[in-house]
């Protein structure tokens, strides 16, 4: 519900660190497995989880329902049966939340990602079935969506899938109109949304739809070209074009392949994906042990019983107690935790542009937007105050205004604002660490002196190996990509090259998996 609300608002990050109540991460989890049966194509175990979902969850609310719905409608599809016997879930799907489809255009609504993903599949399919097709909503759906979610994650998502049945739809419309200039025109539209769309991908180094919107692309190039007879210029700088798409469709077909990635990305299941998900009892129980506090110790804030009921996951826990609980171990109070703790849209966007001028080494650009970053968000809690020490020091140490001793005793007082550094660095067999607190952890590890590398390179080994013996690579790639990208350096320097690029394999796959690019 929190984040239907969020996107209808216009916010979709899909990255943040987000704490469940046990009862919430349960239904994470079946979720979870329901999507890697339907993805893996292992259907009668979908079949199994789609009903242990039924019962447990599937009349709670218009949302469970519409997930189970919409789950669904991709089983029977996968299973080949008959539009009749799966069309009539999907529409009673959409019209749970979005109950005037028919009647209003998409900008007159106020729609979350997700719900735009369901007007898209009930009107691409809806169509087949009037006389007369309309396809003139593709290009006003993808200008919602761009303009709603400008420069987030769930903007990409969307508009490579509105562009790609876009771009499906035109080659069959195209048949039936015999004016070539319209035809010319129409090929044109969803020539140009193709290429905008692999443009925000590569932006975003994401590949969702990338490979089957580059198969498009080849078409409506070879469509073009039959029209350009005429025009050998033309013709030749369209070969040129499709050659190098060609290119990069065999490179991404080969890469897949050699991964052992399934190649095409599923069209609903990767939308309901969430991740960096934690389980509020396991991030408590983690942190106590971390920051070696007794049950007893935390009485202030709550019983020694409760304490146990928490880290044993019997009984409901009251929100006020969890806020206290995690304020004691140096954690944000939010629920849902994105790079900075803010309300202001404008911060929230800055922020993005920071990073992006950062991995691109704009360092004047992301000095920009940093001053006027420090001016919008609260300094009032330690996460932001950690966020701007933080990022201040790193952008000094880069322009070289400050020697890497001098960055090094900054992100360790950055670090020490909500976690000590001894306990930082001393792993336990269950941890919870914050993900901008991983990050200095892997700073320290790459520019200490080697004597004490050492030390933050064990800690990140530690944590990354837990989240592989957790089974919780996908969940949790950000950290995982992270901490194993340390470790593959480290190992490289070391000779240990092997290691090295079975590890290199494992994160890559997983990378393949998730849709990000390399």
């Not at 019997?314 to 609980?325: A, E, N, R």
């Given at each position: ?264 990305t599923n069209a609903n299941t990767y939308f309901y994906r969430e991740f960096e998900i934690y389980c509020i009892n ?222 290199c394999r494992k994160l890559i796959k997983e990378q393949l998996r998730m849709r990000i690019l390399l």
């Open positions: 519900m929190r984040d239907r609300l969020l996107q209808r608002l216009g916010i979709s990050d899909y990255n943040d660190e987000n704490f469940l109540f046990q009862v919430e991460y349960d239904r994470w989890e079946l979720r979870t497995h329901l999507l890697d049966a339907l993805e893996t194509g292992k259907l009668e175990d979908a079949k199994l989880l789609l009903e242990q979902y039924r019962v447990k969850y599937g009349s709670e609310n218009k949302l469970e329902h519409q997930f189970y719905l919409m789950m669904q409608v991709q089983y029977r599809q996968q299973r080949a049966f008959p539009k009749e016997q799966w069309f009539a879930l999907l529409e009673e799907a959409v019209k749970l939340t979005v109950p005037q489809i028919d009647k209003k255009p998409c900008n007159q609504l106020l729609l979350s990602i997700d719900e735009v993903n369901l007007v898209l599949e009930y009107q691409y399919y809806r169509q087949e079935e009037l006389e007369h097709q309309d396809i003139t909503w593709y290009v006003p759906l993808f200008r919602y969506a761009e303009n709603k979610w400008k420069d987030q994650d769930g903007m990409v998502k969307i508009c490579s899938k509105i562009a790609l049945y876009f771009c499906r739809k035109v080659k069959q419309y195209v048949q039936t109109i015999t004016e070539q200039k319209n035809r010319s025109l129409l090929i044109e539209d969803a020539f140009a949304l193709c290429n905008e769309s692999v443009q925000y991908l590569i932006k975003s180094r994401s590949i969702y739809f990338l490979l089957e919107l580059l198969q498009e692309k080849l078409q409506l190039l070879q469509l073009q070209m039959e029209m350009q007879r005429n025009s050998p210029n033309k013709q030749m700088q369209l070969q040129k074009e499709q050659e190098q798409s060609l290119e990069i469709v065999e490179v991404l077909q080969r890469v897949y392949a050699a991964y052992d990635v399934l190649q095409e396991d991030v408590i129980k983690a942190r106590r042990k971390m920051f070696k506090k007794k049950k007893t110790e935390l009485t202030k804030i709550c019983s020694e019983r409760t304490v146990r009921r928490i880290e044993n996951k019997t009984g409901k826990v009251q929100l006020k107690i969890v806020i206290g609980l995690f304020q004691a171990f140096g954690l944000p109070v939010e629920l849902q935790r994105p790079s900075i703790i803010t309300e202001c849209k404008e911060a929230i966007s800055l922020e993005r542009v920071y990073q992006c001028a950062c991995v691109q080494g704009d360092f004047a650009e992301a000095k920009r937007c940093f001053v006027r970053l420090k001016k919008l968000i609260s300094m009032e809690n330690v996460q932001n105050q950690q966020y701007i020490w933080c990022e201040e020091a790193y952008l000094l140490w880069k322009t070289k205004d400050i020697c890497t001793e001098q960055y090094v005793s900054l992100i360790k007082t950055a670090l020490e604002k909500t976690i000590p550094l001894q306990v930082a660095v001393s792993p336990i067999q269950d941890m919870y660490v914050a993900y901008k607190e991983l990050e200095i952890l892997n700073a320290l590890a790459t520019c200490e002196n080697m004597q004490d590398r050492a030390i933050y390179r064990d800690v990140l080994k530690a944590y990354c190996e837990q989240i592989e013996n957790q089974h919780m690579v996908a969940n949790r790639l950000s950290a995982y990509r992270l901490t194993m990208g340390n470790q593959i350096s480290w190992l490289s320097a070391q000779g240990q090259f092997e290691r090295s690029r079975s590890l």
